[in-house]
């Protein structure tokens, strides 16, 4: 989705949207639970980390969705459905492949009580957790935005035990315009930019910043 596309009242009703969310959220567990909304989604950070990194795996990985960084909460909406999308579909394929032998007629009926319980759980997940996420995002994504966002190439090698850095611009280096140097076995080569984990680094970022939360809480 192309936010310069988008007409802005309907992005505003998003954001919108996601204040209402998180209200109406904060009401109910303060008048049916007796809890503060904030501190259990604090201390259900490390639970939320995990299911964040389950419903992604239809998708290899949520990182393959850069749009889960909000700045446009349209977009940021519009990503999670299809993460809980994607994985529905992945398993109606499964139930419908011709490839089944027929003799999974009992792991059928399992698969689907877990598709339900799947289904419930990513109901519960865009209400209770996307729309306050949208917000936590706002700030623990900025790292992974400006990293995809750079045209900075960091290339790491360790060589003899020793890290040296070099910096690109612009598309990165092929391996054929360097220049070739004898290595060793435990030569190592990587890509430093922290650009290939956009959504694990903020996630991992705002389960510190949950942590901290509920540690001030208790």
């Known amino acids: 989705m192309n936010p310069s596309i988008q007409p802005r009242t309907i992005v505003v009703l998003t954001f919108a949207g996601f204040l209402v969310v998180s209200a109406v959220n904060f009401w109910v567990f303060r008048t049916f639970f007796g809890r503060n909304y904030l501190e259990w989604y604090a201390n259900a950070g490390p639970i939320i980390a995990l299911a964040a990194v389950a419903f992604g795996s239809a998708w290899g990985g949520l990182d393959k969705n850069p749009a889960l960084l909000p700045t446009n ?25 011709r490839s089944q032998p027929k003799s999974l007629g009992f792991e059928i009926l399992l698969v689907l009580a877990l598709s ?29 935005r400006i990293a995809l966002s750079s045209s900075a190439h960091i290339t790491a090698r ?15 280096p092929s391996a054929e315009s360097e220049v070739s140097e004898p290595t060793r076995s435990d030569d190592r080569e990587w890509d430093a930019s922290m650009r290939d984990e956009p959504f694990t680094l903020a996630n991992a970022f705002g389960a510190v910043l949950l942590f901290v939360l509920s540690m001030l809480w208790t």
């Open 73 to 97: 909460p349209l977009n940021y909406l519009g990503a999670w459905l299809q993460v809980a999308g994607l994985p529905l579909m992945a398993i109606g394929t499964h139930l419908q492949s």
């Open 116 to 144: 339900i319980a799947l289904l419930v759980a990513m109901f519960g997940w865009l209400v209770l957790v996307v729309p306050v996420q949208y917000f936590l995002f706002l700030l623990v994504g900025s790292l992974s």
């Open 158 to 172: 360790m060589r003899s035990g020793q890290v040296t850095l070099s910096t690109h611009y612009g598309r990165p």
